[in-house]
Structures are given as C-alpha cells and as structure tokens.
C-alpha cells in the first residue's frame, strides 16, 4: 500500500526557513519521481518541485529557484524540502505526491495535480509576524 507521510511544517516569520519531509512507503521509492505541490487558502494546488533519482534530477518552479531546495535520502525513502527566506504567500498546505513514474513529469501548468495518484495528508506552513 502506497503511503506518503509529510512532517515539518509549522508557524514561522517571514525570512525564516523550514524543511520539510515526505516518508514514504508501499513502493519502490527508488525508482519514482516523487512531487511537491502546495495549496494556499482558496487557490488551487500547484505544483513546485519534483526529484527524480533515476536520473538524479531536480527541478523547482521557477518562481521559488533560488529559496526552496529539494533533495532526497534513498535509504530512509525519505524526500526533503528545503525552504529558505520563507514569505507570506509561502503559507499553504504543502503535499508530497507521486504517479510512480520513474521521471518526473511537468507538474508546473493549472490542473497538473490531477495527474498524480497518491498523496499524503499535507502539513501546514504558516508564515507570519
């Protein structure tokens, strides 16, 4: 049984950092891209950052490259995220997310949360004085 779990969120000011962490389980962590999406309150859920180990690929929304950081840990089938000089708009519910497939996939268009199969239960950041 797939099973995603994220932790790590939580309230933090602005220009402060947080990782995040999505264990998962149930599947061949090695051989899947595994995702992050985000849905702030009243938008709809977008995608941000995909790690990809068969080709040792990473990739972060354009939008946020230069603050947030993905990386993974193949033997705790564990996938971070790495978020720096965190801002207001930063404050969302954060999902981690895989379809299983072995490359990561373009998740950065409206909608592209549809593609995925299997998702955590979110953790919560909060970014405020």
């Known amino acids: 049984q797939v099973q995603l779990v994220e932790s790590g969120g939580g309230l933090v000011h602005p220009g402060g950092s947080l990782r995040l962490s999505c264990a998962a389980s149930?599947?061949?962590?090695?051989?899947?891209?595994i995702n992050w999406f985000r849905q702030a309150p009243g938008k709809e859920r977008e995608g941000i950052s995909c790690?990809?180990?068969?080709?040792?690929?990473?990739y972060i929304a354009d939008s946020l490259t230069g603050r947030f950081t993905i990386s993974r840990d193949n033997a705790k089938k564990t996938v971070f995220l790495q978020m720096n000089n965190l801002k207001p708009e930063d404050t969302a519910v954060y999902f981690c997310?895989?379809?299983?497939?072995?490359?990561?996939?373009?998740?950065?268009?409206?909608?592209?949360?549809?593609?995925?199969?299997?998702w955590g239960k979110g953790t919560l950041v909060t970014v405020s004085l």
């Open positions: 997310a895989t379809d299983l497939a072995q490359y990561c996939r373009d998740i950065y268009y409206s909608g592209a949360y549809q593609d995925m199969d299997y």
């Open positions: 149930g599947f061949a962590f090695h051989y899947a891209a």
């Open positions: 790690s990809d180990d068969s080709e040792g690929k990473t």
